[in-house]
């Protein structure tokens, strides 16, 4: 299996919800990534773990929190977000931390923030 | 910051012509990948290079990183309907992530 996974492909959630993004991984990668990537521009680095640790947040508002339960999954949970956090939010994955490793990306989240 | 920049940001040909992007950064890298972004896809690795004049092939796609590691360049000859997306560079500072570059975006006319 060498794919990364990611529900919902779709949400949109009101400026006051409580939502989470998934992500899975089972090919053994220790580094899981979130990026958030706006249209016609860049992923954007948001968060690194590494063995399930948090090793970089790129000063990412608190409205997101990272959760990584085990080496397979990493979640995005999402509380109090503005209209203009609406992007693509990729989760992905390497083989260990290091930008010197190859990066698998999932299909995304496409978030809209109403 | 560090940043990378690409150019151009979108080139337009027809299709069985060339196409080549670049990608500069002010700093030398330590290494720079290249991945390529279908339209409403997610980016899918391409090649990493890592040594200085480094030229890697796939196929139709040459990949060059520069002497001084501060730039980097993909070409594709024959271009094809298959080629259409977005193509980031993505260098390596030393700070253990990827800087994506700001993207050139390739259409096809047939």
């Known amino acids: 299996d060498t794919e990364v996974t990611q529900t919902p492909k779709h949400l949109v959630m009101g400026m006051t919800n409580k939502k989470s993004l998934k992500c899975e991984q089972h090919?053994?990668?220790?580094?899981m990534y979130w990026y958030k990537q706006k249209a016609k521009k860049p992923p954007e680095l948001m968060f690194v773990?590494?063995?399930?640790?948090?090793?970089i947040n790129e000063s990412v508002p608190s409205r997101f929190s990272p959760e990584c339960p085990n080496s397979s999954l990493l979640n995005l949970h999402l509380h109090a977000l503005q209209p203009e956090d609406s992007a693509l939010y990729l989760c992905?994955?390497?083989?260990?931390?290091?930008?010197?490793?190859?990066?698998?990306f999932g299909p995304g989240t496409r978030l809209t923030v109403l | 910051g560090q940043q990378v920049m690409q150019i151009p940001q979108y080139q337009h040909v027809q299709e069985g012509e060339d196409f080549t992007t670049y990608c500069n950064s002010s700093?030398?890298?330590?290494?720079i990948q290249w991945y390529k972004q279908r339209p409403g896809g997610h980016p899918v690795f391409l090649i990493q290079?890592?040594?200085?004049?480094e030229v890697k092939k796939q196929k139709r796609l040459t990949f060059q990183f520069g002497e001084a590691k501060k730039n980097s360049s993909l070409h594709i000859t024959a271009t094809q309907t298959t080629d259409v997306g977005t193509y980031f560079c993505?260098?390596?500072?030393?700070?253990?992530?990827?800087?994506f570059g700001t993207g050139t975006r390739l259409t096809i006319i047939p």
């Open positions: 090919m053994g990668h220790r580094a």
């Open positions: 773990y590494s063995y399930e640790k948090l090793s």
């Open positions: 993505a260098g390596d500072f030393g700070n253990e992530k990827l800087t």
């Open positions: 700093t030398t890298l330590s290494n």
């Open positions: 290079l890592v040594k200085s004049g």
């Open positions: 992905a994955s390497s083989p260990e931390r290091g930008a010197d490793n190859e990066q698998f």
